[in-house]
């Protein structure tokens, strides 16, 4: 079987990647180059498995796929509840489409795509960023690069779930809107700000939702006709290929506080983020409708630093002001903004996406830290809180399904055996709480792993996706790169799609020997690898 896939010959390549011909990952420190030869290949276990070998042409954006015919049939699990109805997406690169909007290692993608599909892949995940496509001013669109894989996507057959990102992202370097980040410099209380004066510029603060602060215009209405204008461009993929939008709610598109500061070993349960100007003006006019003007100077005094573990000082101790009358005041008014938020950003693309047939989804935080102790201070400090004991995630299901939404929960390869006994961490206990808070108000989930591989992570997310009471449905595994296509990791990911379609191996196919392992991206000129973090 061979099949060829032509991508768009007219997609632009960055100036500062014209001098490479040789395609090649790199995430970290770990490189995938190639050999001198145009070849991508995918060998399994023994040579009775399936071969995939994929062919790119290094002078125009063609992709070849051939299949050994000589691979025999895996016969199906008996005994085993089947999971053929699980959709399995798997998440592009942050940097597919760069800051200049431009596609990135485009036959490697492409490769990669085939491959995907091959091994029966239902679609992919394409992160868009608000920062790339509307970054020069206002109301001004380009979403050619994205379009240009979206075309690719949709001519290698796979479907294609587009995540509207208003965020930015330090990895790989995407930041907001040039003229958002021009707003920011002139009026600086538009960033979520810690009780040091640090900002958080990788989105804008919850409270400035409704404010006019983005060139006369308040953040819902320029994110209503970011929505508007992806719906009408990408009109002709709506239903067939794009088959899922996700919102992005905050940072890293999950809905959240940054409570954490980024690139910083967690050791702590993070801190509040109420300091900017808008915040402090919401807090303190609460503080005065509730009779305690004396209680909207600040957030808490006694809440413990960045690196300080939660029981350090006494707000999260078991009796400590978390649970005082003040406490409730301030966690209440804080995870307000944060349902509010929610609700607004999922409120603008139901309106703006409605009719279209393709379902919305939001995301959620696995925030298991620390959430064996009673005030689980990882969910307070992100925004996740609800007096009198009452289900601190009910709310927001309940928002999702007003919203006709889908809710997203990662880290579905979590287990609490590999979690640290210090963190007092019980992902497993975390994420059947969300699931039951989802089932109880009708909201449907779909998963997603961690962003890091963990051991038994595979088996992990079978289980998850057994779970008859959760009916998951559709499930994301993030992220290509180059430790994806490494031998050891793609072999593991082959294996897990086998899993979910029920098939097992025949006791000759299981007894033999790991013969050939290699994923190889070049183009034969033997130059350097096109490299990008």
């Not at 390549?13 to 050999?35: D, M, N, P, Q, T």
């Not at 509307?134 to 949709?154: F, Q, T």
């Not at 929505?227 to 992005?248: A, Q």
């Amino acid at each position: 079987m061979e099949v060829s896939v032509i991508g768009n010959p007219q997609t632009r390549i960055c100036r500062a990647e014209l001098a490479y011909r040789e395609l090649g990952f790199r995430f970290g420190s770990v490189v995938i180059s190639g050999e001198p030869r145009n070849k991508v290949t995918f060998l399994s276990q023994s040579s009775k498995f399936k071969d995939i070998s994929i062919r790119c042409s290094s002078r125009s954006v063609k992709c070849e796929a051939i299949v050994s015919d000589g691979v025999p049939f895996l016969k199906s699990t008996p005994n085993s509840k089947s999971l053929e109805s699980v959709k399995l997406f798997v998440g592009l690169p942050l940097d597919t489409v760069s800051d200049c909007n431009n596609v990135n290692h485009l036959k490697a993608i492409t490769a990669g795509l085939k491959a995907l599909k091959l091994l029966g892949v239902e679609g992919i995940e394409l992160p868009i960023f608000w920062g790339v496509v509307e970054k020069e001013a206002s109301g001004k669109y380009d979403w050619s690069g994205y379009l240009a894989v979206a075309e690719i996507v949709k001519k290698v057959g796979l479907k294609l779930h587009a995540s509207l990102s208003f965020h930015g992202s330090k990895n790989p370097g995407i930041g907001l809107p040039d003229w958002v980040e021009k707003i920011g410099k002139a009026e600086p209380g538009v960033y979520f700000t810690d009780r040091y004066g640090q900002q958080y510029k990788e989105c804008l603060s919850f409270a400035v939702d409704d404010v006019p602060v983005l060139d006369g215009k308040t953040p819902m209405q320029v994110y209503r006709g970011f929505c508007e204008s992806f719906k009408s461009v990408f009109s002709d993929y709506m239903g067939n290929t794009i088959t899922g939008i996700t919102l992005g709610l905050g940072p890293d598109g999950e809905l959240r506080y940054p409570s954490h500061q980024p690139d910083v070993k967690r050791s702590g349960a993070g801190e509040f983020q109420c300091y900017d100007k808008h915040m402090l003006s919401a807090l303190k006019g609460y503080a005065e409708s509730t009779g305690n003007p004396l209680w909207g100077l600040g957030g808490p005094h006694d809440a413990p630093a960045y690196d300080q573990q939660p029981h350090s000082s006494s707000f999260f101790s078991d009796g400590g002001s978390w649970e005082s009358q003040y406490g409730d005041f301030f966690l209440a008014w804080y995870s307000s903004l944060l349902t509010s938020h929610a609700d607004r950003v999922l409120s603008v693309a139901s309106y703006a996406f409605s009719g279209i047939g393709v379902p919305l989804c939001g995301k959620l935080p696995l925030l298991h830290q620390w959430n064996k102790l009673r005030s689980q201070p990882s969910e307070l400090t992100a925004g996740f809180y609800s007096p009198n004991g009452q289900d601190r995630y009910e709310a927001i299901a309940e928002i999702f399904r007003k919203n006709s939404c889908r809710m997203i929960i990662p880290g579905m390869d979590l287990s609490d055996e590999h979690q640290s006994p210090e963190s007092l961490s019980s992902p497993e206990s975390l994420l059947a709480h969300l699931k039951t808070s989802c089932k109880k108000q009708g909201v449907v989930v779909s998963g997603q792993n961690s962003s890091a591989p963990v051991p038994g992570g595979f088996e992990r997310i079978v289980e998850n996706l057994k779970d008859e009471n959760a009916g998951i449905d559709l499930f994301t595994y993030q992220r290509m790169g180059a430790l994806f296509f490494s031998p050891e990791h793609f072999h593991a990911f082959t294996v897990f799609v086998r899993n979910l379609r029920q098939f097992e191996l025949t006791s000759d196919d299981q007894a033999a020997e790991v013969e050939t392992k290699t994923v190889n991206i070049g183009s034969g000129t033997g130059a350097p690898s096109l490299q990008t973090a």
